[in-house]
């Protein structure tokens, strides 16, 4: 199972990190606004990208990794397993973070859905 | 800090369009325009978004190539052309790969196609007689 759950509610996509993971990241649910959201792509090869300077959270040998992280002044939050389903959202840098990468179910239906819903908010 | 380093922005979209035409939209993975371009993912995301965004604006360079003063479909019905086949045959093979994959379930890229289709005034006949050319069933037009 994926460890987030990603949802557009009311102009918003919503994520909500599974179970432990809550804890691990100390994020309960991450609400950013579609007008703030760039795009999003499938990118299982982000995984093997150096990450950057770890804030407080979680990463067990990099198999599983639940943090925030800082790279070249950038805020990325990760919240992944293992290196398939990985789903990358690019966020406006006025955003708390402007990446989140991301372990979804289906995560190719998951940028369809989300560029979509971008793209008809804006037109 | 965080931002991108200068590039040829043109020319990084030449190369992705090269590589988003031979191996399809799905296909292609950040990994390999990251590997094509020499440009590092966080600077491919800082700048066009997501892959989508990549495609997009391949598509949109593409477009603006210089195509001459007749319309690219009256073009590729020539028998015999002497302009630049390469980029008439480098945006068919963009717009093939947006409609099939693509338009059906994707209002951006459908808005898209449609517009430069009007522009150009490309038919349906050109972008088959390319799609044919491009497996390899028939012999170039252009």
Known sequence: ?123 | MGRPREFDTPALLRQASDLFARRGYAATSIDEVVKVTGVARGSLYSIFGSKQGIFAAALKRAAGQRLGSRSLGERLDMKHYHGDPAEAASLLDLLNVAILEMASHNHEISDLVQHIIDTHGITAQALGQRALVRAGLTEAAL
């Open chain 1, 1 to 123: 199972m994926s460890r987030n759950k990603v949802e557009i509610k009311a102009g918003e996509l919503v994520i909500t990190p599974r179970g432990l993971d809550k804890l691990w990241s100390f994020t309960k649910e991450i609400r950013v606004p579609l007008s703030l959201i760039r795009g999003a792509t499938y990118d299982p090869g982000v995984v093997a990208e150096s990450k950057g300077v770890r804030a407080p959270g979680l990463n067990t040998l990099g198999k599983k990794v639940s943090a925030t992280y800082r790279k070249d002044g950038d805020r990325h939050y990760w919240n992944v397993v293992g290196a398939s389903d990985v789903l990358v959202i690019e966020v406006d840098p006025k955003f708390k973070y402007n990446r989140l990468i991301l372990s979804v179910d289906d995560p190719i239906g998951a940028e369809q859905k989300i560029n979509e819903a971008v793209h008809n908010q804006e037109s």
